[in-house]
């Protein structure tokens, strides 16, 4: 990953060039963790689920009361114009909103700043997409959705990832599962968790204290238009170990088969033949060669094109 092509920086209604895109030492955000984020692809010129990411974008800022005084449809279209400013066609798109500068007592509502970044992120995680991850359960548990709320994202969230990932990274493995405070299954560190087992898909729900992913509904969505089974519950450890398949959905990873947990190997140690159904279907949604999804696509030329028309 690398920021070497990005050279516009959307902030607070501006474009900005890269270097003089700069948030304030005092900005409250900074030092209590209030920000609120989304991590959304384009594949091709097309913006993936852009509505639910910004339907998701807003519910997370109302969770931290951070007002916006954009209009959905303004940020889509400064979103656009980013990824359009950038000379990108495939990309991946940060947008924050986070407490501004204003004052640092903790009861302060401070005004909102936001930012949007693009840069490119070609997926480098083809060799595992198609091999499977070997990925460990972390110590660290997921926090309980009573503790702070795990439906919004937000920028705080990400130390108990970031502790866990680490850790995982630091023992040899490639991503860390974490369990929520019941010892259930939560997620991975920046990832949903699916299983399947005798041919029906397994995940769990916000109960077990889960960012509810966008791709975890588009797999869903995939499974049940394959004609499989889905059952949404809770999902124990030893459900995970006897698994015939797992794998594991996220913007960055998209769908990624696991295919050793903790050195107990899943199913026969490579992608399973349902999560490599899922995940090619996944991907000809996205590269605009499945009509029936084509609204899942937003083209970042939209605009351009209504206007020229
Ligand atoms: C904790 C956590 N769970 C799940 C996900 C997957 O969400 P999405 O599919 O919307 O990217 C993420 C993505 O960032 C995450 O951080």
Redesign the pocket.
Known sequence: MSFEKTKWVWQDGKMLPFDEAKIHSTAFGLHYGTGIF???RCYNGNIFRLK??MD?FYASAETYQLKIDYSPEALNEAICETVRRNNFQNCYIRPTAYSDAGNLGIRSICPTGLNILTWEWASDFAAKQANGMRVTISPYR?FHSSMIP?TA?ATG??L??ILAVREAAARGFDEAILLDANGNLA??????IFLIKNGKVLTNDEHSS?????????AIQIARHLGYEVEIRALKLHELFSADEVFL????IEITPVREVDGKVIGNGARGPITEQIQKTFFDIVNGRKPEFQHWLHPVEQKAAASAA
């Open positions: 989304e991590g959304i639910e990411h998701r997921k795990t994202k969230n990400y108990n990832s997620e991975g560190a920046v990832e949903n889960i960012l509810m992913g966008i791709t975890r509904d588009s959905t996220g913007t960055a």
